[in-house]
T-cell receptor, first 113, second 112 residues
Framework: NAGVTQTPKFRVLKTGQSMTLLCAQD?????MYWYRQDPGMGLRLIHY???????AKGEVPDGYNVSRLKKQNFLLGLESAAPSQTSVYFC????????????FGPGTRLTVL | QKEVEQDPGPLSVPEGAIVSLNCTYS??????FMWYRQYSRKGPELLMY????GNKEDGRFTAQVDKSSKYISLFIRDSQPSDSATYLC????????????FGTGTRLKVLA
């Protein structure tokens, strides 16, 4: 099993450009999450999904959109990138109980110039 | 006040030392506590998962929860250079949202 995979691993954008980050999991997990990790801030939840076709806002959702068209995939979109969105983005997935363990992907390093 | 506080370090210890990593939390209703290990340029991976108070041991690692003082600890015995990583403590929100609350992480370096 690959677990949680993320594409791409690295990306450099110019201010105003758009991009989509792809997360895929092969563990048949119901729940998926997008986090960003910044120095001194820890992991902050951007958006999450509790099942195919559902999405919900997390702690820092502004400037991001998400979609969960298939159970195994969770997409994070940046419509108009800003330098403040320079960060490392992690996707995670878990089973359906609130207390179930979250499994993380390897991350995407995004720089917005 | 942050819901989970963690000293960022860095913490440098010699190989073989006992390491103590700590977090404090603000909400006495929190019951589930995790420690994640994150190697440089990798995603966090679950190391220990505990419920309520007490100790849990797994090999060289012991997780301890003291609910009276709202303090959680991770002890690493016989530390190895391969333990060099950032350690994140986490708990689970008691509200309706599916939210993990993470500490900022403590960077540990074990010197050979």
């Amino acid at each position: 099993n690959a677990g949680v995979t993320q594409t791409p691993k690295f990306r450099v954008l110019k201010t105003g450009q758009s991009m989509t980050l792809l997360c895929a999991q092969d563990m048949n997990h119901e729940y998926m999450y997008w986090y960003r990790q910044d120095p001194g801030m820890g992991l902050r939840l951007i958006h999450y999904s509790v099942g195919e076709g559902t999405t919900a806002k997390g702690e820092v959702p502004d400037g991001y959109n998400v979609s969960r068209l298939k159970k195994q995939n969770f997409l994070l979109g940046l419509e108009s990138a800003a330098p403040s969105q320079t960060s490392v983005y992690f996707c995670a997935s878990s089973n359906s109980r609130r207390t179930d363990t979250q499994y993380f992907g390897p991350g995407t390093r995004l720089t917005v110039l | 006040q942050k819901e989970v506080e963690q000293d960022p370090g860095p913490l440098s210890v010699p190989e073989g030392a006992i390491v103590s990593l700590n977090c404090t939390y603000s909400n006495s209703a929190f019951q589930y506590f995790m420690w994640y290990r994150q190697y440089s340029r990798k995603g966090p991976e679950l190391l220990m998962y505990t419920y309520s108070s007490g100790n849990k041991e797994d090999g060289r690692f012991t997780a301890q929860v003291d609910k009276s003082s709202k303090y959680i600890s991770l002890f690493i015995r016989d530390s190895q250079p391969s333990d060099s990583a950032t350690y994140l403590c986490a708990t689970i929100s008691t509200s309706g949202t599916y939210k993990y609350i993470f500490g900022t992480g403590t960077r540990l370096k074990v010197l050979a």
